[in-house]
């Protein structure tokens, strides 16, 4: 039987589940640093206790120790997220007014995303940013599909709405 | 529309009814520009690589790692309790005693590890330690059994009643309920009876009945009866006469009217039952009646 005390089965687990565990704690409290230090609190603790999880519970172990690490402890700072150009790549003449509103639209979608609680935008990000699944936000999070599923329906309402101004 | 629409159209788990309904609705274009806005968000740079080479020179090269010696642990007591119980029930069987017995009417022949031979008459058991043999010759007797003992050292058969000692001969010795006959063909045998030593030598023998030491007789032949298939009797009462016919022909014998503390002197065939009746009703001058597996043996003409 495989163990996650070996190096190379640790390894795997780590490159495979490290990122998330970065961005799921970075969209949930907006603090890269606290970020990193939870991948590397949530897998010392992953192998400090190796021989106990079985590498098929490795996943929701290190999800579970990084969620409940800052759990009531930090308070969320704001997101800040890169926007791609993608919506103007495929455009060669843009118009001055064309490109201010753009800019505008990122700033209100920002402020959109910041304003939703923390579970909202951690499950509308991990969906949007990493192409998660509901299934797997719902592991991630300990909840079922159905209340991942209404986090992102809350979300994209509520994101509109705060960006049309509604 | 269903519950959470906006979700299962970013997940496109919509039907196309549903869909069609949604993207005629006014809010769509919106919708719309939000799932394209937020397809171009990306997330802060993180070097799995990077973060691992971190961890293993931060914590894990410096941090004793654990590892539960449980499973080792549980298998070493689960060896330790099967070998105990190995070593355990090894000595317990080797100190176990080689048992034969035999049942009413029955007849049995135990050969000794020294080529000692017992003979075990109807109802009887004996029993020894096969592995302890060379260090003690001892047998453990109920009933009665005739020994040839192979010369060597001492050689005792233990019974309830006393203990009797012989180093190399053949003898009887008879040990039922308040009846213990020790009867010498050759040699010489010890009987310890009540803390008592008796000489016996060959050709007499040794008779406590109901704790009394009764004069006996001569023992006549160079066998006991009951190895050529007759049981004979010298003034024994009555009572074991007949509890020694219910050993040989497993038979119930009840009587009535009879004092069977009577003296007995006779013989009777251990193959023959109706012959064996005749030859204990005519000398003690009572009759029988056999029913089944019953004999009832009563004086007078009326049972």
């Not at chain 1, 704001?78 to 505008?104: G, I, Q, Y």
């Not at chain 1, 079922?144 to 599923?149: F, L, P, V, Y």
């Not at chain 2, 939000?34 to 961890?55: I, M, N, V, Y």
Request: charged content about 25%; some cysteine; hydrophobic content about 35%.
């Amino acid at each position: 039987m495989s163990n996650v005390c070996e190096d190379h089965i640790f390894s795997k687990v780590f490159k495979t589940h490290s990122k998330t565990v970065f961005n799921f704690i970075f969209y949930k409290f907006g603090n890269e640093e606290k970020a990193h230090d939870a991948v590397q609190e949530a897998f010392v603790k992953l192998w400090q206790n190796c021989a106990k999880v079985s590498p098929e519970k490795a996943k929701s172990y290190v999800y579970t120790v990084a969620n409940n690490l800052y759990l009531n402890v930090i308070k969320a700072e704001k997101v800040r997220l890169k926007h791609a150009n993608s919506l103007s790549n495929d455009r060669t003449n843009e118009s001055p007014e064309f490109l201010m509103e753009e800019k505008e639209y990122k700033e209100k979608l920002d402020n959109a995303l910041n304003a939703l609680p923390d579970n909202q935008r951690t499950t509308f990000l991990l969906n949007r940013i990493d192409g998660k699944k509901y299934a797997e936000i719902a592991e991630m999070e300990g909840v079922s599909i159905k209340a991942i599923e209404k986090r992102m329906h809350l979300a994209l309402k509520s994101l509109r709405e705060h960006i049309d101004g509604i | 529309m269903q519950e959470n629409y906006l979700a299962k159209w970013l997940s496109g788990e919509l039907s196309e009814e549903e869909l069609r309904e949604f993207e005629n609705s006014p809010e769509y274009a919106s919708y719309k520009r939000l799932k394209d806005a937020t397809s171009g968000l990306q997330a802060p740079e993180f070097d799995p690589d990077l973060a691992l080479q971190r961890l293993k020179e931060k914590h894990i090269y410096n941090t004793p790692k654990v590892i539960s010696l449980n499973p080792f642990k549980k298998f070493l007591r689960v060896a330790a309790v099967v070998a105990i119980l190995l070593v355990g029930s090894y000595f317990y069987v080797s100190t176990l005693n080689e048992k034969v017995s035999t049942a009413y009417a029955e007849r049995s022949e135990v050969v000794l590890p020294d080529n000692s031979e017992i003979f075990l008459n109807a109802d009887s058991q004996v029993s020894f330690s096969k592995k302890n043999w060379d260090n003690k010759r001892n047998v453990d007797l109920k009933g009665e059994a005739f020994f040839k003992v192979a010369k060597g050292k001492k050689f005792t058969v233990s019974t309830e009643h006393g203990t009797v000692a012989v180093l190399g001969t053949q003898f009887n010795v008879e040990n039922r309920k308040d009846f213990f006959e020790v009867t010498c063909y050759e040699g010489l045998v010890r009987v310890t009876h009540n803390n008592q030593e008796t000489k016996l030598p060959a050709g007499t023998s040794f008779l406590v009945i109901n704790g009394k030491i009764v004069d006996d007789g001569m023992p006549s032949g160079s066998l006991p009866s009951w190895m050529n298939n007759e049981s004979s009797f010298e003034s024994i009462p009555l009572k074991y006469v007949f509890a020694e016919l219910e050993r040989q022909f497993d038979i119930k014998v009840s009587s009535k009217n009879i004092d069977t503390n009577l003296l007995f002197t006779g013989s009777f065939n251990n193959t023959d039952l109706d012959m064996a009746l005749k030859s204990i009703s005519t000398p003690s001058k009572t009759n029988y009646r056999v029913k089944g597996d019953n004999v009832l043996f009563y004086a007078g003409n009326t049972p």
